[in-house]
């Protein structure tokens, strides 16, 4: 089966900066994204990881090993507005590439 | 900017109820996807379609659930009967035809379903 870990919960502050971690064990591996969800609302992409290594967009990165299985979601100068949970989403092997996702972390910026 | 639209947005039923949900993909997205997500927890895939197609349905509990997609465009799941377990987020999503690469999904809003 497929297994995806994140944590549930985190907390930090306005103006700093927080790593989300991801850790996963799929049959094979074809890529991983990560989507920020408020709540109510529908997932937003916001990265996508195929090879090993950082990709940077604006204030949001995203790192993958794909050897240790593990990928983390880096937030710079937080914001209130980036209150949400931010979930991590694997394409397993096969040709179907579907997306197992992990419950998701619920991160709080307190001001 | 084109979006996933979904109908209803919230539903309210009671148990031992039919109840269906609609979904209308971005236009030209070969691949359409409905999700289920309780509270709390991340999406969980319940039926992947390809054109009009059902690739895989593994997880989709077909003694009270149903879903199509006729024509390869929009599509339908339904519930009956509907159970209290039900009561969750059901969120479809769609995505271009790529057999590798970013294959992102885009979402719908989702529909909000209350069974009481």
């Known amino acids: 089966g497929q297994n995806i870990d994140q944590p549930t919960e985190m907390t930090a502050t306005e103006g700093a900066i927080v790593q989300i971690n991801c850790t996963y064990q799929?049959?094979?591996?074809?890529?991983l994204f990560w989507y920020q969800q408020h709540a109510g609302e529908a997932p937003t992409f916001l990265s996508y990881?195929?090879?090993?290594g950082l990709e940077e967009k604006g204030r949001f990165s995203s790192f993958l090993s794909r050897s240790k299985g593990y990928s983390y979601l880096l937030l710079k100068e937080l914001q209130m507005k980036d209150s949400a949970s931010y979930l991590c989403?694997?394409?397993?092997?096969?040709?179907?590439?579907?997306?197992?996702f992990g419950s998701g972390t619920q991160l709080t910026v307190l001001p | 900017e084109a979006e996933v639209a979904q109908s209803p947005r919230y539903k309210i039923t009671e148990k031992s109820q039919a109840v269906a949900f609609w979904c209308d993909p971005i236009s030209g997205h070969a691949t359409l996807y409905w999700y289920r997500q309780i509270l709390g927890q991340g999406p969980e895939l319940l039926v992947q379609?390809?054109?009009?197609?059902?690739?895989?349905d593994s997880q989709l509990p077909k003694d009270r659930f149903s879903a199509e997609r006729l024509k390869g465009v929009d599509s339908t799941l339904k519930i009956q009967p509907a159970e209290l377990g039900d009561s969750a987020m059901y969120l479809c999503a769609s995505s271009p035809r790529r057999d590798r690469g970013l294959n992102e999904q885009y979402f719908g809003p989702g529909t909000r379903l209350t069974v009481t």
């Open positions: 990881n195929v090879l090993d």
């Open positions: 989403a694997v394409i397993p092997g096969g040709s179907a590439r579907q997306l197992t």
């Open positions: 799929t049959s094979g591996f074809n890529g």
């Open positions: 379609f390809q054109d009009e197609s059902v690739v895989d």
